[in-house]
């Protein structure tokens, strides 16, 4: 009698954990691996798709300006926003590319070209990449296919640094306050 109740119950255990298994490590249809992050928060670009190649012009071996991104479904109660690019496959550690934070709330993205100043109109703040300049500095690997992540976070306040700070102060100032974060992810190789 004991067997005939914990056989169908440990039955049901096992296909309740499949079918959650199952669900999160695919995506749903016509979504992109990388781009979607906590509350359904979304960032993209049209310069290039989740996990494909970054084209040349966004990187050292061109033009060297940002990429466009947008995102979509902030969610409420966002105060700020910020966003850090980096490269984890670099040979002296995860290489900081971009940091940029204290943007509106309402923004929906930005631009191609973002100018390399410290504070923009809009009162968004650039950071110190790992090259030590304000602003974007793109892919430029050593050697072999790097991965690039295009990180966006949702804040529940501003951060209110001063324009320049570093990704360990960012990343201090943003701890306990990350309402959700997406990230998109492109690769780049020199030829």
């Not at 061109?62 to 991104?69: A, E, I, L, N, T």
């Amino acid at each position: 009698m004991r067997t005939e109740v914990l056989l169908p119950a440990l039955f049901l255990v096992l296909a309740v954990i499949g079918c959650g298994a199952g669900e999160s490590a695919s995506p749903t249809a016509g979504e992109i691996p990388g781009e979607v992050g906590a509350m359904g928060m979304r960032i993209t670009s049209t310069a290039f798709q989740g996990n494909d190649t970054i084209p040349a012009k966004y990187t050292c071996d061109g033009q060297d300006v940002s990429p466009p991104v947008q995102w979509e479904s902030v969610p409420e109660g966002t105060k700020s926003l910020a966003l850090i690019a980096d490269d984890p496959d670099a040979p002296v550690g995860t290489w900081v590319h971009w940091i940029i934070y204290d943007m509106p709330a309402d923004a929906t993205g930005l631009p191609e070209g973002v100018e390399d100043d410290g504070e923009r109109a809009d009162g968004s703040r650039q950071g110190k990449n790992n090259w030590n300049r304000l602003g974007y500095g793109g892919p430029c690997p050593p050697g072999g296919t790097h991965r690039y992540f295009f990180k966006l976070y949702a804040l529940d306040s501003k951060l209110g640094l001063p324009a320049g700070a570093g990704v360990k102060q960012v990343m201090d100032a943003m701890e306990g306050h990350i309402l959700a974060q997406a990230e998109l992810m492109g690769k780049y190789a020199r030829k």
